[in-house]
């Protein structure tokens, strides 16, 4: 068996880092040898700088691991960024530039040309724009984009898409521990602008091509809405899409059960079997239900139907914190091993 490669994790201490963390214990190809966080975790062994917020127990590999700081030398070639686009920014400009590969949770570089940003099921080839550097960067995407971006990107494959509508109903975890007061959000429903650009942009940019050194977006039109709703984890999206002929909505539930992509074909340790699951309940899905079905790593799909405006309109559900972040982040990494492309 070939040996595991060294990784480390920024913002070990949060929700997305400690997902990343569990995701990572007894993986057969990478190892965690660091863990970073704030400063004043730094020094202290890691089952005590955090608390542990997953339902898992904290696997006792990471426990006796000494917490560095920031501005610490890193050894790992390969670091996992989930610290805050503030705090992880210029740390991971640093880290490039010492020749390390990041992969990265924060939004900070995701819209940069040359950057690839990656879903796995969706645009694996974009990963080829690393080759051979020494010093390189790969995105997650928005949470909320993520599970829609699974969802067109069959459909883009197999029909064309030509227009996108979104409403997102996301939950407080997405918005980190211990998240929005108790006042703001409950019984209530709070805009979220600041997602809405994100959204459309990414999903451009993850259905685009690689042209030369750069990605070139998909030229359709997406309009996103954002929300944060009562909810503690799975962020739901209303999606209606025009797609580049006249479909029935069962050929569309059709394309997107067919749909696998590199990591199940590869069979990779996080992967799920299938991407997207298609219910055909009239009620489903809903978060509760569903999110952590399929080990939170799917994009549930329901209500296929006519949309009398543009054409298909469908109710699509993820994880945002399983699929949408921390097993983003680590199927990115399998992908890039797979590929040849995750240095030792």
């Not at 939004?107 to 080759?131: C, I, K």
């Not at 002929?245 to 539930?253: C, F, I, N, Q, Y």
């Not at 469908?314 to 972040?325: F, I, P, Q, S, T």
Request: a neutral charge; glycine letters at 10%.
């Amino acid at each position: 068996m070939a040996s595991r490669i060294p990784v480390a994790v920024l913002g070990a201490t949060g929700l997305v880092g400690q997902g990343i963390l569990s995701l990572l214990a007894d993986h057969p190809r990478l190892r965690v040898a660091e863990v970073i966080a704030s400063p004043r975790s730094a020094g202290k062994r890691y089952d005590e700088a955090t608390t542990w917020r997953r339902g898992d127990a904290l696997p006792a590999e990471l426990s006796a691991l000494r917490v560095q700081a920031g501005d610490d030398p890193v050894t790992s070639s390969v670091v996992f960024s989930s610290a805050t686009s503030r705090v992880s920014t210029e740390l991971e400009r640093r880290y490039i530039a010492e020749g390390r590969l990041v992969i990265s949770n924060a939004s900070g570089h995701r819209m940069e040309s040359d950057v690839p940003l990656v879903v796995p099921e969706v645009n694996a080839d974009h990963l080829e724009l690393v080759r051979g550097r020494e010093g390189a960067i790969v995105t997650n995407c928005n949470c909320a984009a993520m599970f829609v971006a699974m969802v067109l990107a069959p459909l883009h494959h197999t029909f064309g898409v030509e227009a996108v509508q979104v409403t997102t109903l996301q939950a407080v975890s997405g918005g980190g521990y211990p998240g929005v007061p108790s006042l703001h959000i409950l019984g209530n429903v709070v805009p979220l602008p600041g997602e809405e650009q994100k959204i459309e942009r990414e999903l451009q940019k993850m259905l685009g091509s690689v042209t030369g050194g750069g990605i070139a977006p998909a030229a359709f039109a997406v309009s996103a809405q954002s929300h944060r709703v009562p909810v503690i984890d799975g962020h739901t999206a209303s999606v209606s899409v025009r797609l580049g002929r006249d479909v029935e909505p069962a050929e569309v539930v059709a394309t997107l059960e067919a749909h696998r992509g590199l990591p199940q074909e590869r069979r990779l340790p996080t992967a799920p079997p299938v991407p997207i699951v298609v219910t055909d309940l009239p009620d489903r899905p809903q978060p509760r239900l569903d999110a952590e079905s399929h080990a939170g790593l799917v994009a549930t799909v329901g209500r296929v139907r006519r949309c009398p405006v543009l054409g298909i309109k469908m109710l699509v559900l993820g994880h945002n914190l399983v699929r949408g972040a921390a097993a983003a982040a680590v199927l990115n990494a399998e992908t890039l091993d797979t590929m040849g492309l995750l240095p030792a």
